[in-house]
C-alpha cells in the first residue's frame, strides 16, 4: 500500500509541478496582447460602421424620397460624392456607370446630386425642352461663381434673352463679314509670321493665338504688358471653373476667384477709359457700351457688360485653342486629309497676291476645311456634356428627377456612335461631306435648342482662317514623342512640338 500511495505521489508532482516565474510573465503579456487585439477589433469595427455611416449619407440625404422612383445609381462621399473618381477616369467612369445602373443614373459630382444621361433621344429632348419642361442652366458652383452672376451659362428666363441677344448683336453673319474676319485675317497673318525653321510648341502658340485675337475683337488689345496681365489671370480662371466650391487658400477655387478679382479691376478701368475716350473704337466693348441707346434693346449694366466679355473669352477659348491644335495633330497623323485641305486653300489663294485677306465668300467655299473642324471636334471632344438644373421634379423613363437636382447631359459618347458615325474612332472628314451629318437630330456639338453656341459660326471662322495661312504657308512634321490626355480636358501635357519650315 506504501509503494502504491508513494507512486501516485510522485505521479502526481510530476504532472502538476509548480509554475515558475517566468511562465507567469508569458501568460500577463499574452492577456495584455489579447486585449490590445480586442481594441483593436473593436476600433476597426468602429471605423468600419463610420466609414459605412458617411458612404451612406448621400444616399439618406438625397436617396429616400417616399414613393419617387429615383434613377439607379450611388451618390458617394458627403460633399465630394464621386468627384474624384469623375475627373479622374472620365469616359471610364461614365462608361463603367452606365455598364451597372443604365443610361440614365444618379451620382453625386461636383458638390451636388447629379442625374447622368447617356441617352441620344432624352439628351435631345431635354437640350430643347428648356426652362418650359422645368430645365434651367445647372453648371457647377463654382463655375457660376468665377463666371459671374449674368454670364450666358447661367441667366434664364427675360435676362438670358437679353444677354443672348447683345451677344448675338456681336457675331451674327453681317458683323463676321464687316468687321470680324477681316481683324481675324490680319491678326493670323501676323501671328504665323516667323515659325518657319523653328521647333514650335503648337498647344501654346493655339492658346496664345486665341486668346489674343480675342482680345483684339473685344477691345483692340495688342501683345504688350495688358494681354500678358490679362492672360495670366485667364489661364487660372479656366482651371478654377472646374473644380470643388472650397475657398480655401491654395485651392483652384480660390485662385480663381481671386482671378476673376484681378480681371473685373482691369475691365472696369478699361470700361472708365473708354467712356473717356472721345475717340471711337470698332470692337465689341464699344458696341456693348452703345447697346440699348437706340431703344432696340435693354441697355446693359457694367457689371452685365464685363460677365458677357469674361463669358465671350472663356466660352472660346477653351475649344478653338485645342480644336486648332488637334486638326494640325490630325493632319499630320492623315497626309490624305492634308493634301485634301492644302488643295482647298491653294485653290482659294489663285488669283490672290501674297498680303490679299481672305473674305466671307472664301470663307462660305471652304466645305473641306469646315469638314475638318468638325471631325477635329467630334474625335477630340472639348465639351464632354451641358449641365441642367431642374426647377421643379421631372418624369423621365418611368423615373423621377428631384427639384434642384442637377442633370448631365453628358454628349460625349454620341461622338462615337457607329450608328451616326460609323467607324467612330477613325479620323475621316469626308464622311461629312458624304452626307450632312450636321443636320442630324442628335448633332449636339455645339449644344442646342435655344442655347445653341451663339459663337458657333465666328469660332469656325477663327479656326479656318488659321488653317488657311498655316497649310499654304509651311509644311511641318512632329517633333519627338507628344502625348495627348483625353479628359477632364484635351491636352498635351509636355505640348505638341512640330518642326516648321516654308511650304
Not at 120 to 141: A, F, I, K, W
Not at 192 to 200: E, K, N, P, T
Request: glycine share 8%; hydrophobic share 40%.
Amino acid at each position: 500500500t506504501e509503494t502504491i500511495l508513494l507512486a501516485e505521489t510522485e505521479t502526481t508532482s510530476s504532472a502538476r509541478p509548480l509554475e515558475p516565474k517566468e511562465s507567469v510573465q508569458e501568460i500577463e503579456e499574452w492577456r495584455q496582447k489579447g486585449e490590445k487585439m480586442s481594441l483593436l477589433l473593436v476600433l476597426i469595427s468602429v471605423v468600419v460602421g463610420m466609414v459605412g455611416l458617411l458612404l451612406r449619407w448621400n444616399e439618406v440625404r438625397y436617396g429616400r424620397r417616399g414613393n419617387v422612383r429615383l434613377p439607379p445609381g450611388t451618390m458617394g462621399w458627403p460633399l465630394f460624392g464621386e468627384t474624384t473618381e469623375f475627373l479622374k477616369e472620365g469616359p471610364s467612369f461614365m462608361k463603367r456607370k452606365g455598364l451597372r445602373y443604365g443610361r440614365l443614373f444618379r451620382t453625386h459630382i461636383l458638390g451636388c446630386p447629379t442625374v447622368a444621361c447617356m441617352d441620344p433621344e432624352l439628351n435631345r429632348r431635354m437640350l430643347l425642352q428648356g426652362e418650359s419642361g422645368g430645365l434651367v442652366p445647372g453648371y457647377p458652383q463654382s463655375m457660376l461663381d468665377i463666371l459671374g452672376r449674368n454670364n450666358i451659362a447661367a441667366v434664364h428666363g427675360p435676362l438670358h434673352r437679353a444677354m443672348r441677344g447683345a451677344m448675338l448683336g456681336l457675331v451674327h453673319p453681317a458683323a463676321i463679314r464687316a468687321s470680324l474676319l477681316p481683324k481675324i485675317d490680319a491678326f493670323m497673318r501676323s501671328h504665323l509670321d516667323g515659325w518657319s525653321g523653328c521647333v514650335v510648341d503648337v498647344q501654346a502658340k493655339t492658346k496664345e493665338m486665341t486668346l489674343l485675337s480675342a482680345l483684339n475683337q473685344i477691345a483692340g488689345i495688342t501683345a504688350g504688358p495688358l494681354s500678358d496681365a490679362l492672360k495670366t489671370e485667364l489661364y487660372t480662371l479656366v482651371l478654377g471653373t472646374i473644380s470643388l466650391p472650397i475657398n480655401l487658400l491654395g485651392t483652384r477655387y480660390y485662385q480663381g476667384l481671386q482671378a476673376r478679382k484681378k480681371l473685373v479691376s482691369m475691365l472696369e478701368q478699361m470700361i472708365v477709359e473708354r467712356r473717356s475716350s472721345i475717340q471711337a473704337h470698332d470692337d465689341m466693348l464699344d458696341a456693348l457700351l452703345r447697346s440699348g441707346d437706340d431703344g432696340a434693346r435693354e441697355k446693359l449694366s457694367d457689371e452685365q457688360i464685363i460677365d458677357l466679355i469674361i463669358t465671350l473669352i472663356y466660352s472660346g477659348y477653351e475649344t478653338m485653342s485645342t480644336t486648332s491644335m488637334m486638326a494640325v495633330k490630325y493632319l499630320s497623323d492623315h497626309p490624305r486629309a492634308l493634301q485634301d485641305l492644302k488643295r482647298e486653300h491653294l485653290d482659294i489663294r489663285k488669283g490672290k497676291s501674297s498680303e490679299e485677306a481672305i473674305d466671307y465668300e472664301d470663307f462660305k467655299s471652304m466645305a473641306f476645311t469646315r469638314a475638318v473642324i468638325f471631325e477635329t471636334l467630334r474625335l477630340a471632344t472639348v465639351v464632354n456634356g451641358l449641365m441642367r438644373k431642374t426647377t421643379q421634379d421631372v418624369e423621365m423613363n418611368g423615373h423621377v428627377i428631384p427639384k434642384g437636382w442637377r442633370i448631365y447631359v453628358h454628349t460625349r459618347e454620341i461622338n462615337y456612335d457607329p450608328f451616326m458615325y460609323p467607324d467612330p474612332t477613325t479620323f475621316n472628314p469626308w464622311r461629312w461631306l458624304e452626307k450632312n451629318t450636321e443636320s442630324h437630330p442628335h448633332f449636339m456639338m455645339f449644344g442646342g435648342g435655344g442655347r445653341m453656341c451663339p459663337g458657333k459660326e465666328v469660332g469656325t471662322v477663327e479656326i479656318a482662317t488659321f488653317l488657311h495661312y498655316f497649310v499654304t504657308r509651311y509644311r511641318w512634321e512632329e517633333e519627338g514623342r507628344n502625348a495627348i490626355l483625353r479628359f477632364p480636358r484635351v491636352v498635351a501635357p509636355n505640348g505638341l512640338h512640330i518642326r516648321v519650315q516654308d511650304y
